[in-house]
């Protein structure tokens, strides 16, 4: 591969990269990327970026899109919390005696990073076991963007849980004993519906992409 080839793929990827970046502080910094949810914590589209990222990108490329996913909720929970809970995923946001920690920047941005992770390999690792599969296009993008985006959701959630569980609860006006249930009910009806789109976008902006790029 000669020079020039090598250094036109590394300008065609920096920008597509920094072209999911911007569609990235878009749903991250506006009401664009915010969808109708039943409870406390707020459904997001702002997983979508990383997800594509992941897949046309590399893994790699979808891991750095999870940490500027962390970095942008990191900052509006900081400086423009949306809501009381807020505490959860910043330090430097507190609502009476109680505030955040550093269990909070750990649950604003491991999660995040690992929807880079997780659809990225898991694209690899399906690709490979539906390779002699003819029409196995729908299980390996839906599926990818599916795991990706539950991860999310699972870690989110659970981290809320162990580390924030009784001033979380405190915070959203219920009874401790009662939170588990009511996480329960957030996976349902927001983390499922988020995990189903990221599984419908990831196939159908994904594959037709994937193709287009791998003729160029």
Aim: hydrophobic share 50%; aromatic share 12%; proline share 5%.
């Amino acid at each position: 591969m000669s020079q020039s080839t090598t250094q036109r793929k590394k300008i065609l990827f920096l920008a597509q990269f920094s072209m999911l970046l911007a569609i990235e502080a878009i749903v991250s910094f506006t009401p664009l990327g915010s969808l109708p949810a039943i409870g406390p914590v707020v459904a997001t589209l702002s997983h979508i970026p990383v997800i594509i990222t992941a897949i046309l990108l590399g893994t790699g490329a979808g891991t750095a899109m999870g940490f500027f996913f962390g970095l942008f909720s990191f900052m509006v929970m900081t400086f423009t919390p949306p809501g009381p809970t807020a505490f959860v995923f910043t330090p430097f946001y507190s609502i009476g005696e109680l505030s955040g920690n550093l269990w909070s920047i750990v649950i604003c941005f491991l999660p995040r990073i690992l929807i880079g992770v997780v659809t990225g390999l898991s694209f690899k690792l399906l690709t490979k076991l539906f390779a002699k599969f003819k029409k196995k296009d729908a299980f390996v993008y839906g599926l990818s963007g599916f795991f990706g985006s539950i991860t999310n959701t699972l870690l989110v959630l659970g981290g809320i849980y162990v580390f924030f569980g009784k001033d979380f609860a405190s915070v959203i006006g219920t009874s401790y004993n009662l939170l588990l249930g009511i996480i329960g009910g957030i996976i349902l009806t927001s983390g499922i519906p988020e995990a189903i789109i990221g599984a419908v976008t990831a196939y159908a902006v994904c594959r037709p992409l994937k193709k287009i790029l791998a003729k160029q």
